[in-house]
T-cell receptor, first 114, second 112 residues
Framework: SQTIHQWPATLVQPVGSPLSLECTVEGTSNPNLYWYRQAAGRGLQLLFY??????ISSEVPQNLSASRPQDRQFILSSKKLLLSDSGFYLCAWSVLGTGREKLFFGSGTQLSVL | KQEVTQIPAALSVPEGENLVLNCSFTDSAIYNLQWFRQDPGKGLTSLLL?????REQTSGRLNASLDKSSGRSTLYIAASQPGDSATYLC???????????FGSGTQLTVLP
């Protein structure tokens, strides 16, 4: 069966510090991978999605970047965090295809930028 | 641009009641709609996915319906239990095939 791992679960970082959140998927090949952000009291916002290694699309302009160095590994990064980067970050995957498949989410990372 | 609205934002019911959560979307040219559950501080769990060719999808005590013409979906929970307490989110495709637009969710509390 497929599983998705996301870490760390919580993170407190000062403004201006770098960020690296990692997500890995097991039990499947060539998944679509996604990074979402959920701000307090708001819906989920798609940040990045990837259909393959080094194939990443950004949905919103921001202080963040994403990389996919391996088929089942997706990394969210920032060189300098802003206060507005605080939120709940979720990695997700779906079966590679038309994009009409179910989304499966990781357990999330609560990021607090102080 | 797809917009998804969920009403009510919060709902509190006594255990055993049947309840309906509502989801509306503005762009009816969707090929599916998904319902998710989110427990506090946790990721989302997929509950049901309804394809555009379907009108209903059932899983246990959950039943989701989809009416594309009216831009609405409902999630029906039968015989609610305290363990059903969570935030329920619906999501509809927006723009590119891989982008989902999420509603802000309905926070459900089932009182024992």
């Amino acid at each position: 069966s497929q599983t998705i791992h996301q870490w760390p679960a919580t993170l407190v970082q000062p403004v201006g510090s770098p960020l690296s959140l990692e997500c890995t998927v097991e039990g499947t090949s060539n998944p679509n991978l996604y990074w979402y952000r959920q701000a307090a009291g708001r819906g989920l916002q798609l940040l990045f999605y990837s259909i393959g290694i080094d194939q990443i699309s950004s949905e919103v302009p921001q202080n963040l970047s994403a990389s996919r160095p391996q088929d089942r590994q997706f990394i969210l990064s920032s060189k300098k965090l802003l206060l507005s980067d605080s939120g709940f970050y979720l990695c997700a995957w779906s079966v590679l295809g038309t994009g009409r498949e179910k989304l499966f989410f990781g357990s999330g990372t609560q990021l607090s930028v102080l | 641009k797809q917009e998804v609205t969920q009403i009510p934002a919060a709902l509190s019911v006594p255990e055993g009641e049947n309840l309906v959560l509502n989801c509306s979307f503005t762009d009816s040219a969707i090929y599916n709609l998904q319902w998710f559950r989110q427990d506090p501080g946790k990721g989302l769990t997929s509950l049901l996915l309804i394809q555009s060719s379907q009108r209903e999808q059932t899983s246990g005590r959950l039943n989701a319906s989809l009416d594309k013409s009216s831009g609405r979906s409902t999630l029906y929970i039968a015989a609610s239990q305290p363990g059903d307490s969570a935030t329920y989110l619906c999501a509809a495709p927006s723009g590119s095939a891989r982008q989902l637009t999420f509603g802000s969710g309905t926070q459900l509390t089932v009182l024992p």
